[in-house]
């Protein structure tokens, strides 16, 4: 018999497991056959912090939320319509943002007295009817696994271990997804063992047939492809945009790519990604410590390089003195900060905006810096060779603000025509260039751009000072002159000041909108959906968003003006917004929850609403 398929516009599917139950791998699989068919997508991993917590805790409990459409989406979604909770653990962690009448499917075999004991469960959920107000399917994924491989050469572990292949099938025939990618990724990573690879290719098909022949699924679902802009896409999380970011800056450029760093969550995966590009002559240098990082990253800027460094929260305050150096000596570095939950070590596997001050004024002296923010996680590509465009124009460190949403979650990418790329090129000075073309004067600026000539440490006849040590202005000389230090702390202010970033664009659809709702960084996803559910309830309101934070773009104080509230949601206690007040007197209303987690849209809809409709 032929099962029925209902077609639906959008889906919200959750996988949650113990840490070592394969979740994250799950979610990765069945996104990128979401991406191969054509669906719009996005996607909120969520792990546990500690490295490997007690099996069926809830500190173990790791998720992966993908939210996929058939049309444009912004978000990974307010909450999940299905629930695979592979054991008691992930259904307690889950279950209050499961909204009534959605689907469980729930892993029976691990239901056990035991598991249940683990998480405070006094009785089985499955059988209690606690569970009445959604529609649970109790499917015994390990057992059926295991049976679905006694004739395969593996071991029972092994065999166990295979049930999030089983669970991904399963759902792979649910949403009538395609399997042919997920054959040749699981023969790609068992390549080595091939009665592994065997055996969880055979527990996904097995899946697959489970949810075709049992009568608990009696429909499939279809979410057709979704109409996006024509060119070449694939899906990518704001790491690994960022990360080719970098290589297309260093080919725009012309520059070597050299990257300093130490390993921290959530930033390593950009430096494990850069360390596989040799060919395109990107060099990574995994640092003792924080420290020596960044002191490698600017002595290959020092030497001619594109210099980074990638940290998070922690390790920027550990460079915080070499990012001062950067700045005394006027050198292109790139500090990508991918923000996490603080203080101190906090919750380092979630997400937050806490880190603007620092990035703002976290160094001693007047030691001014640009300070960019990407909004998506592809727009972690864009903003990636927007930093280094800064960095090497006006010779200066820049800060570029990712955090834990961005470098995690993932969205389709529209490949770029390497045409279109910016050409970044810099020249290196290689003259003396003093008025009689006998002396070089390393802090001689440029006129426009007030930077001083990079040169390469070598060129003959173009030897100069460098340290940490104020300069002369122009002659580079040591210098404890007190005129002498006010005038360079004023232009190395006045460089950045003057730093061309374009204008705030406002997306106001009738023109006359009361309220404007600000953003930056991984919020214009959340803001953008809630404005959409605004204007759909019939209110106006009008939305912009800043990329560039320091300097901000000419315009914002113009635009802010323009509008009788403004309202800015900040996943921190306002740092923004004390800017902003401070800066154009405008008294911005702040929306602020610190909880590890990217804002909802439907609860920015509300705020939305209230801020319209209070006087």
Same mark, same amino acid.
């Given at each position: 018999m032929t099962k029925q398929v209902q077609q639906l516009d959008r889906v919200i599917i959750r996988f949650a497991g113990d840490s070592g139950d394969g979740m994250q791998l799950t979610g990765d699989r069945?996104?990128?056959?979401?991406?191969?068919?054509?669906?719009?997508?996005?996607?909120?991993?969520?792990?546990?912090?500690?490295?490997?917590?007690p099996a069926g805790t809830l500190p173990g409990v790791s998720s992966f939320q993908l939210h996929f459409a058939d049309h444009d989406i912004l978000t990974p979604g307010d909450a999940p319509n299905v629930l695979v909770a592979m054991n008691p653990a992930a259904l307690k962690a889950n279950l209050a943002d499961l909204p009534r009448g959605a689907d469980i499917i729930a892993n029976t075999d691990e239901f056990t007295k035991r598991n249940l004991s683990k998480v405070g469960y006094a009785g089985n959920p499955l059988e209690d009817d606690s569970l009445k107000e959604w529609r649970l399917h109790a499917v015994p994924l390990t057992s059926l696994t295991v049976k679905a491989l006694e004739g395969f050469d593996v071991s029972k572990k092994d065999a166990e271990r295979a049930k999030n292949m089983f669970a991904l099938g399963l759902?792979?025939?649910?949403?009538?997804?395609?399997?042919?990618?997920?054959?040749?990724?699981?023969?790609?990573?068992?390549?080595?063992?091939?009665?592994?690879?065997?055996?969880?290719?055979?527990?996904?098909?097995?899946?697959?047939? @489970?949810?075709?022949?049992?009568?608990?699924?009696?429909?499939? @679902?279809?979410?057709?492809?979704?109409?996006?802009?024509?060119?070449?896409?694939?899906?990518?999380?704001?790491?690994?945009?960022?990360? &080719?970011?970098?290589?297309?800056?260093?080919v725009q450029s012309k520059l070597p790519l050299f990257l300093g760093s130490y390993p921290i969550t959530p930033a390593s995966d950009i430096l494990h990604e850069l360390s596989r590009h040799k060919a395109f002559g990107v060099r990574t240098f995994q640092a003792e410590d924080e420290i020596a990082g960044v002191g490698a990253a600017l002595g290959a800027s020092f030497g001619g390089s594109l210099g980074v460094t990638t940290t998070s929260g922690p390790g920027v305050a550990l460079k915080a003195e070499t990012i001062g150096l950067a700045v005394a000596t006027e050198l292109p570095l790139v500090i990508v900060d991918v923000q996490r939950a603080g203080p101190s070590t906090g919750m380092p596997t979630k997400t937050e905006q806490t880190d603007l001050l620092m990035a703002m004024f976290g160094r001693n002296g007047e030691s001014p810096v640009?300070?960019?923010?990407?909004?998506?996680?592809?727009?972690?590509?864009?903003?990636?060779?927007?930093?280094?465009?800064?960095?090497?124009?006006?010779?200066?460190?820049?800060?570029?603000?990712?955090?834990?949403?961005?470098?995690?979650?993932s969205e389709p990418w529209r490949i770029p025509d390497v045409a279109e790329l910016p050409d970044i090129s810099v020249e290196f000075a290689t003259t003396p260039n003093?008025?009689?073309?006998?002396?070089?004067?390393?802090?001689?600026?440029?006129?426009?751009t007030l930077a001083r000539p990079w040169a390469v440490p070598?060129?003959?006849?173009?030897?100069?000072?460098?340290?940490?040590?104020?300069k002369a202005d122009g002659s580079g000389n040591i210098s404890y002159d007190p005129d002498n230090h006010d005038r360079m702390v004023h232009l190395r202010q006045a460089k950045i000041d003057n730093i061309d970033v374009p204008d705030l664009a406002v997306d106001d659809?009738?023109?006359?909108?009361?309220?404007?709702?600000?953003?930056?960084?991984?919020?214009?996803?959340?803001?953008?959906?809630?404005?959409?559910? !605004?204007?759909?309830?019939?209110?106006?309101?009008?939305q912009a968003h800043l990329r560039h934070l320091n300097p901000l773009p000419a315009n914002t104080g113009q635009v802010l003006r323009a509008y009788d509230k403004v309202l800015l949601p900040e996943i921190n206690l306002g740092q923004l917004?004390?800017?902003?007040?401070?800066?154009?007197?405008?008294?911005?209303?702040? &929306?602020?929850?610190?909880?590890?987690?990217?804002?909802? !849209?439907?609860?920015?809809a509300t705020v939305i609403q209230e801020v319209i409709e209070s006087d």
């Open positions: 069945f996104t990128a056959e979401t991406a191969q068919f054509g669906n719009d997508l996005s996607t909120l991993p969520n792990f546990p912090a500690e490295i490997r917590a759902l792979s025939w649910l949403y009538n997804r395609p399997t042919e990618g997920t054959t040749a990724f699981l023969e790609a990573k068992f390549a080595a063992k091939p009665e592994i690879a065997k055996a969880n290719i055979a527990a996904f098909h097995a899946g697959w047939n @489970y949810g075709e022949t049992t009568e608990s699924f009696s429909v499939s @679902y279809e979410v057709k492809p979704a109409a996006l802009p024509p060119g070449v896409y694939r899906n990518i999380s704001g790491n690994l945009a960022l990360a &080719y970011g970098l290589v297309a800056a260093s640009p300070v960019l923010a990407p909004a998506t996680p592809a727009d972690c590509f864009d903003m990636a060779i927007e930093a280094a465009r800064i960095a090497l124009k006006y010779r200066t460190p820049v800060m570029l603000l990712s955090d834990g949403y961005l470098a995690n979650g003093d008025a009689d073309g006998t002396t070089f004067l390393p802090f001689k600026r440029d006129e426009d070598g060129t003959p006849g173009l030897e100069h000072r460098i340290g940490g040590i104020e659809p009738t023109g006359d909108a009361k309220v404007l709702v600000l953003g930056w960084g991984s919020t214009y996803g959340p803001i953008a959906a809630g404005v959409r559910r !605004a204007r759909t309830e019939g209110h106006k309101v009008a917004a004390m800017l902003l007040r401070a800066r154009f007197l405008v008294d911005v209303i702040g &929306y602020n929850r610190v909880r590890g987690l990217p804002f909802k !849209a439907a609860e920015l």
